[in-house]
């Protein structure tokens, strides 16, 4: 392989490629419509080439948005449970995945044409969340915090179910009292 094709991103093009990475999630999720690129190099500071550089396509933006926000999610399940006595990571992790579905706010139209394409595996997406929720299901069963009888299934569901009468950021507060119910319900008895 020629040696440009090997060599690691340049420190600043990795902080670069990093920050437009975390302003184009803040800004998908406070957006009602998706923005344009030249708004997301703006909002980041860098030049619209900077970007078109690190992400060529608005699907190739949405992607990596996309992407990191699952590995968040699956591995902070982990993190949390580190962290956290079971019941307060679950509670911990509802929040960043309401997080994760507000980031889709200004995205949605991107993101659902990627997933007919079949740019983005819908299926195995989910079997990943639906792993770390058993993650955290299984770690408060085993504590005796949570209940036996809900499966991670129960718990998407919920969740999504909360999200979907209480959106952030609009109702932040109402969808934080909602997943606070939802955790009472999954206490163990």
């Known amino acids: 392989m020629p040696e440009a094709q090997t ?3 340049r420190a600043d093009a990795a902080r670069n490629r ?9 800004v998908f999720a406070t957006s009602d419509a998706e923005p344009s690129m030249r708004a997301i190099a703006r909002e980041a500071g860098v030049g619209i080439a900077t970007l078109y550089r690190h992400f060529p396509t608005r699907e190739s933006l ?7 926000q699952v590995e968040r999610l699956t591995t902070g399940a982990r993190e ?16 960043a995945f ?11 139209d991107t993101l659902l044409a990627m997933v007919d394409s079949g740019q983005i595996a819908h299926a195995r997406t989910r079997e990943e969340l639906l ?8 770690a408060g069963r085993a504590a ?12 998407a569901a919920a969740i999504v179910g909360v999200f979907t009468v209480a959106p952030r950021p609009a109702q932040a ?3 934080g009292r909602l997943l606070d119910l939802l955790l009472d319900g999954l206490r163990a008895r």
């Open 7 to 9: 060599r690691s991103p």
């Open 18 to 26: 990093d920050q437009l990475l975390a302003v184009a999630t803040r």
């Open 62 to 68: 949405v992607d990596a948005v996309y992407t990191d």
């Open 80 to 95: 949390l449970l580190e962290a956290h006595p079971p019941a307060a990571a679950l509670r911990h992790w509802m929040d």
């Open 98 to 108: 309401g997080d994760w579905v507000a980031t889709k706010n200004g995205m949605l």
């Open 131 to 138: 792993t770390a929720i058993t993650a955290l299901l299984e």
């Open 144 to 155: 005796g915090d949570l209940r036996p009888d809900v499966t991670a299934d129960d718990v």
């Open 173 to 175: 507060e109402r969808a």
